[in-house]
């Protein structure tokens, strides 16, 4: 088998893997829009290594929702290849915001471009 279709098999894998798991973890709908709400911490992603090596960029879009705490309460990827999605979800998971009166929501957006 060539390194071309095996990199194909891969992505149709990914693929579905990441359609399953958004078909069996349902989140609640949350408003669109840029979130505002200022982070006090701020973790940036790590390229996937797979990614690189395939040429693979793109934007990762996630609706986020924020508790009045400053601490993440739901998030729901709304774009992005597969391949970047998880190295997003897994900086998201360590901002951290700062306190309000109540919940914010809103979009984050991570950029992957290749570093040379």
Same mark, same amino acid.
């Given at each position: +088998?060539?390194?071309?279709? +095996? #990199?194909?098999?891969?992505?149709? %894998? &990914? =693929?579905? &893997?990441?359609?399953?798991?958004?078909? *069996?973890? @349902?989140?609640?709908?949350? $408003?669109?829009?840029? =979130?505002? #709400?200022?982070?006090?911490?701020?973790?940036?992603? /790590?390229?996937?290594? =797979? $990614? #690189? #090596? +395939?040429?693979?960029? %793109?934007?990762?879009?996630?609706?986020? /929702?924020?508790?009045?705490?400053?601490?993440?309460?739901?998030?729901?990827?709304? %774009? %992005?290849? @597969?391949?970047?999605?998880?190295?997003? +979800?897994?900086? &998201?998971?360590?901002?951290?915001?700062?306190? $309000?009166?109540?919940?914010?929501?809103?979009?984050?957006? *991570?950029?992957? =471009? @290749?570093?040379?």
């Amino acid at each position: +088998m060539s390194l071309q279709k +095996m #990199r194909q098999w891969t992505m149709v %894998g &990914l =693929l579905a &893997l990441a359609a399953s798991e958004a078909m *069996f973890h @349902p989140l609640p709908a949350v $408003a669109q829009g840029e =979130l505002t #709400r200022k982070a006090k911490t701020k973790v940036a992603p /790590v390229y996937p290594e =797979l $990614a #690189r #090596r +395939m040429n693979i960029t %793109g934007t990762v879009k996630v609706l986020v /929702v924020v508790s009045a705490s400053g601490n993440l309460k739901d998030t729901k990827v709304v %774009g %992005g290849n @597969p391949l970047l999605v998880n190295a997003a +979800m897994d900086a &998201l998971k360590k901002w951290k915001f700062e306190p $309000a009166d109540v919940e914010n929501s809103g979009t984050v957006e *991570f950029k992957f =471009l @290749p570093q040379n």
